[in-house]
């Protein structure tokens, strides 16, 4: 307790010390004769006691010898001198120095004892205080307030270092009002990197944090607080080393609860964004098909009159009925879309060949693949697989017709079925000119397109369509450029097909 009080307190408690003896042989140099010397020797244990209750260990070990000294010099005869006449007083010397040495140190432990239950009761009720503060923050700006206001009144000033995470590095966002240096950022990732405290007390006094204290959440080390004390008293800093490290564990913990907060927050207003996008594609679909259908049929009509109409009129009916079909088309996609992502598209998965999908698909695109050399290889032992025939069959379609639009006139398309270890795994590809290389990823984003400004019609749902499917049959699906052209490959599940049963003969 003495070791880490400023010299100057040190010195005034010793000096408190000194007065009291010398007050107890004042008070006591009269009544000499009157007093019996055991009784004296009660006074002046009794001033040691009081130097060790209200002063400390330190002083109270002085006035137990002091008041040996003055015993002997004022009382024992004879008087005014440190002989002794009377060997007996030896005795009662040294049981005086023992009991005034004993009674220090218990008296002392005891007041030593009872400060650090009160500073811990203190400590206690502030850190109670702050993390009640700390539970209605909802950002780290009012973490970042709320542990300022804390530590000022411990006369030290704080950095909030956060971690990100997000990059292929960590960096740092700093809150508070001192900004570090570079020396300073370095003990910073010191301490997160290594999860440890790491002091510098060869800064103290600079104005600079000397002491780094990582933020350990949970499940990860949060960031640092970085402390500048505002003297430069280095031991007043490590007495409250205890009080420190549990505020830096309050604030990983409010941290981490902030980022939470802020990533379910998020997540939510996204679920809530997609559910509003997708009732508003189902709502739509539903409300423009009726009047396409109709528009389809009329221009039909218009078309197939008889007598027939002038031919620019027949013309101008087809291309009305071309362009109501591709509107038709367009909202049965995003009809399609809606339900696979709002998951209320039922799939009537069965095992069947896959050879017969492949055969529906072709036949539909015929005069769509016209101007294509169509190759198709598939293994001749392919094995019956679980899925829906007609989910399926639009997956199909949309490659196909990709592959289509974006390659030319006579150029090769592609369809290749291979069984690698549990999955059927299918590649459409084309000869053409790939897919921009820094957007594959992105392309099965909805309204999504191969290029910024194609010229292909088109409206970037066909392979969002594919994606939903493909992953609805628990399987997965990519884009990739290959030389010369490009290739979208998905995967379906092998399982164990049901064993057929033999036909009895007749």
Not at 43 to 56: D, H, K, M, N, Q
Not at 75 to 93: E, I, M
Not at 148 to 168: C, E, H, P
Not at 212 to 230: C, D, I, K, Y
Request: aromatic share 6%; with cysteine.
């Amino acid at each position: 307790m003495d070791v880490i009080l400023p010299a100057r307190r040190r010195g005034a408690r010793y000096l408190l010390a000194t007065l009291l003896c010398i007050v107890t042989t004042l008070a006591t140099a009269p009544l000499r004769e009157l007093l019996d010397l055991a009784n004296i020797v009660m006074l002046f244990l009794l001033t040691v006691f009081v130097s060790a209750a209200w002063l400390g260990r330190g002083p109270a070990v002085m006035a137990a010898f002091l008041g040996v000294a003055l015993f002997d010099f004022f009382f024992v005869p004879p008087h005014l001198s440190f002989a002794v006449s009377d060997a007996q007083y030896l005795v009662t010397f040294a049981v005086m120095l023992a009991v005034g040495l004993i009674t220090s140190h218990l008296t002392a432990l005891l007041s030593e004892r009872t400060e650090e239950a009160r500073a811990r009761e203190h400590e206690t009720h502030a850190l109670y205080d702050l993390a009640r503060e700390l539970g209605s923050a909802l950002a780290v700006p009012q973490v970042t307030e709320i542990a300022r206001r804390f530590l000022d009144r411990l006369t030290l000033d704080m950095t909030l270092l956060v971690a990100d995470t997000s990059g292929k590095t960590v960096s740092f966002q700093e809150y508070g009002g001192r900004h570090l240096n570079e020396l300073g950022r370095n003990f910073a990732r010191s301490a997160y990197d290594r999860a440890t405290i790491v002091e510098a007390d060869s800064l103290a006094g600079m104005g600079m944090a000397i002491a780094f204290l990582p933020l350990v959440g949970p499940t990860q080390v949060l960031g640092v607080l970085a402390l500048a004390p505002r003297s430069d008293d280095v031991e007043q800093l490590r007495s409250q080393r205890s009080l420190l490290e549990a505020v830096a564990s309050l604030l990983a913990i409010t941290i981490e609860r902030v980022r939470y907060a802020d990533s379910a927050q998020h997540s939510e207003l996204q679920v809530a964004a997609e559910r509003l996008r997708t009732s508003i594609l189902s709502s739509l679909s539903h409300d423009l098909r009726t009047p396409l259908t109709s528009l389809v049929g009329l221009a039909d009509t218009l078309a197939q009159r008889q007598p027939p109409l002038p031919e620019s009129a027949c013309e101008t009916a087809g291309i009305i009925r071309d362009q109501a079909r591709a509107m038709h088309h367009l909202l049965s996609n995003l009809l399609e879309m809606a339900r696979l992502q709002a998951g209320n598209m039922p799939l009537n998965k069965e095992w069947q060949a896959f050879e017969e999908v492949v055969g529906s698909s072709t036949r539909l695109l015929a005069g769509v693949l016209a101007g294509r050399r169509v190759e198709i290889e598939l293994p001749p032992d392919l094995p019956l697989v679980f899925f829906d025939a007609v989910l399926l069959e639009r997956v199909l379609c949309n490659l196909l017709e990709n592959a289509v639009k974006y390659s030319r006139d006579g150029a090769r398309i592609r369809l290749v079925g291979e069984i690698r270890e549990a999955s059927l795994e299918i590649a459409v590809d084309n000869d053409g000119a790939g897919f921009p290389a820094d957007r594959t990823e992105q392309l099965f984003d909805l309204f999504a397109r191969g290029e910024q400004e194609p010229a292909v019609a088109g409206t970037g749902l066909g392979l969002a369509i594919c994606k939903a499917i493909v992953v609805a049959h628990g399987g997965t699906i990519v884009a990739e450029n290959r030389p010369g052209g490009a290739c979208v490959r998905f995967t379906l599940p092998l399982g164990t097909p049901p064993a057929m049963e033999d036909e009895e003969s007749p």
